[in-house]
């Protein structure tokens, strides 16, 4: 069965303290791994698209990793201003219309 | 550009009340979704269209109705609402990036309560 799943739950850090967050994932033919920054009350906001193992990509103090069983969501010295969930999604090839699978999210919290 | 937008942004219901949720998109996407969040459950896909004329059952179908309207609107309806879909609800609307990959990108939501 084709599954997600981000670790930790919820991740608390002192502003400047960087860490990672993880995404696993089982799926039958990967179709691009997907990273999404939820604020409360708001819909997600798309960060990054990974397409193969290996591939990295940066957008400020954020820097997603990908290999063939996991992505990493590597955040270096952050700011109370990347508080928010940070959601993993997956799409599969010959899922219906690339239709993605989600992850529960992890809630960071930046402590100034 | 608006993006991908949603009415209404909050809605009370009573049980066995009917509804419809409006979305609209303008960015020239062919397919669009409408999914359910809920604490502990991750987002979860309702029904989707893949193109205007088109519509096809999520995970999360039942109770639900859907109406491609044009390629620009999608609408979410419920017949008949029960407590068990009180919920926020997304749209999103997808492009085609390079490669063959799909990023869909999301609306602000509709936070529904069923009393």
């Known amino acids: 069965e084709d599954q997600v799943t981000q670790s930790p739950e919820a991740l608390r850090l002192q502003e400047g303290e960087s860490s990672s967050l993880n995404c696993s994932y089982t799926?039958?033919?990967?179709?691009?791994l997907f990273w999404y920054r939820q604020d409360p009350g708001k819909g997600p906001e798309f960060l990054f698209t990974?397409?193969?193992a290996g591939e990295e990509k940066e957008k400020e103090r954020l820097k997603a990793t990908l290999t063939k069983k996991e992505s990493f969501l590597h955040i270096t010295a952050p700011k109370p201003e990347d508080s928010a969930t940070y959601l993993c999604?997956?799409?599969?090839?010959?899922?219906?219309?690339?239709?993605?699978?989600f992850g529960k999210g992890t809630k960071l919290s930046v402590k100034p | 550009n608006a993006g991908v937008t949603q009415t209404p942004k909050f809605q009370v219901l009573k049980t066995g009340q009917s509804m419809t949720l409006q979305c609209a998109q303008d960015m020239n996407h062919n397919s669009m979704y409408w999914y359910r969040q809920d604490p502990g459950m991750g987002l979860r896909l309702i029904y989707y269209s893949a193109s205007e004329g088109t519509t096809d059952k999520g995970e999360v179908p039942n109770g639900y109705n859907v109406s491609r309207l044009n390629k620009r609107e999608f609408s979410l309806r419920l017949e008949s609402a029960a407590p068990s879909q009180t919920s926020v609800y997304f749209c999103?609307?997808?492009?085609?990036?390079?490669?063959?990959?799909?990023?869909?990108?999301f609306g602000p939501g509709t936070r529904l309560t069923v009393l």
């Open positions: 990974l397409y193969s």
């Open positions: 999604a997956v799409g599969r090839y010959g899922g219906s219309q690339g239709n993605l699978i």
């Open positions: 799926v039958s033919g990967l179709r691009g």
């Open positions: 999103a609307s997808k492009s085609l990036g390079s490669g063959g990959t799909d990023t869909q990108y």
